[in-house]
């Protein structure tokens, strides 16, 4: 059975940091793509960032570029997102997604690309 379970989230001021995590079991790590995604109240869920596991290619939205970091830690099956200087903007749920990187063909940011979800994690940025 795949499993993706996110943890990590929480309430943090303008400007903090968070780390996300997302441990994935129950698939061939290194044969999925993990992509993370929000969804703020109101709004469609987007993509945020994606990770190739195979060759550790990256994508990020532009809203995040150059303030949040994606990796994997492939002894642990595991998908870190780092989050610095955030903002209230960035206020969502935050799930990671899995995808077989066989079938992907387009961009780490799209939801169509992932066949598995996690329930997610809910972070707030205050002002």
């Known amino acids: 059975e795949v499993q993706l379970v996110e943890s990590g989230g929480g309430l943090v001021r303008t400007g903090g940091s968070l780390r996300l995590s997302c441990a994935a079991s129950?698939?061939?790590?290194?044969?999925?793509?993990i992509g993370w995604f929000r969804q703020a109240p109101g709004k469609e869920r987007e993509g945020v960032s994606g990770?190739?596991?195979?060759?550790?290619?990256?994508e990020y939205a532009d809203s995040v570029k150059g303030r949040f970091t994606i990796s994997s830690d492939n002894a642990k099956n595991t998908v870190y997102l780092q989050m610095d200087s955030l903002k209230p903007e960035d206020t969502a749920v935050y799930y990671c997604?899995?995808?077989?990187?066989?079938?992907?063909?387009?961009?780490?940011?799209?939801?169509?690309?992932?066949?598995?979800w996690g329930q997610g994690t809910q972070v707030t940025v205050s002002s």
């Open positions: 990770i190739s596991i195979s060759d550790s290619s990256t």
């Open positions: 997604a899995a995808g077989s990187q066989g079938f992907i063909v387009g961009s780490l940011l799209s939801r169509n690309e992932y066949d598995y």
């Open positions: 129950g698939f061939i790590f290194e044969d999925y793509a």
